[in-house]
């Protein structure tokens, strides 16, 4: 398969706890993407990295959330001191980094279940 | 009020029939519109991409965009009971900026 993994696909945490969540994209994009999903409504960007950096970051990103792509391949998303609003499907995307294109695509999500 | 609106739905059709999804938007800076499809606990798949007014085709499927309007729509005809899922709208403005703005949805029902 060489889609976007995701993993793991359920994360059921109790409030207070840190989960890490991780990426791996198609291979060649180097354009990576964090959403988050909740029930009912499309997804919301949290953050985009191109390569390493990481060059957009939404207002949803709170200092609680940290997101990382050390070599520019993998990424992780970090969720420190859970808080039941955390309840979500994360969803992870890439894109191609040559030419003018804006689609991405998506991994199966993580579905992070605050209790 | 929202960037991207969209019909919740459920649409419910019967197999065969032809289905009109549509978004308004409202930040006439959008230049790059998607169509993903979710099936339920799935990621969105990507549909259709096009870029600036016109129209896209595909197979069953078709994307049009209005930008004098700010309303885009997707057709598919000869609707399979395969085809029931949720179908999402998205857009960029481009210039740089990567980040997708989706709308909420519509669930549609193909009924055999």
């Known amino acids: 398969d060489t889609g976007v993994s995701q993993d793991p696909r359920h994360k059921i945490t109790k409030r207070g706890q840190n989960v890490t969540f991780r990426c791996d994209p198609i291979?060649?994009?180097?354009?990576l993407y964090w959403y988050r999903q909740t029930l009912g409504q499309g997804p919301e960007f949290l953050t985009y990295?191109?390569?390493?950096?990481?060059?957009?970051k939404s207002r949803l990103l709170s200092d609680r959330f940290s997101a990382e792509r050390p070599k520019g391949s993998f990424s992780t998303l970090e969720i420190q001191r859970t808080e039941q609003g955390d309840s979500a499907m994360y969803l992870c995307?890439?894109?191609?980094?040559?030419?003018?294109?804006?689609?991405?695509?998506f991994g199966p999500g993580t579905r992070l279940t605050v209790t | 009020q929202k960037e991207v609106e969209q019909d919740p739905g459920p649409l419910s059709v019967p197999e065969g029939a032809i289905v009109s999804l549509n978004c308004t938007y409202s930040n006439s800076a959008f230049q790059y519109f998607m169509w993903y499809r979710q099936y339920s606990r799935k990621g969105p798949e990507l549909l259709m991409y096009?870029?600036?007014?016109g129209n896209k085709e595909d197979g069953r499927f078709t994307a049009q965009v209005d930008k004098s309007s700010k309303y885009i729509s997707l057709f598919i005809r000869d609707s399979q009971p395969s085809d029931s899922a949720t179908y999402l709208c998205a857009m960029s403005a481009g210039t740089g900026r990567r980040a997708l703005t989706f709308g909420s949805g519509t669930r549609l029902q193909v009924q055999p």
């Open positions: 995307a890439s894109s191609p980094g040559a030419g003018v294109t804006y689609e991405q695509y």
């Open positions: 291979s060649e994009h180097n354009r």
């Open positions: 096009t870029y600036s007014s």
């Open positions: 990295f191109q390569n390493e950096a990481q060059l957009e």
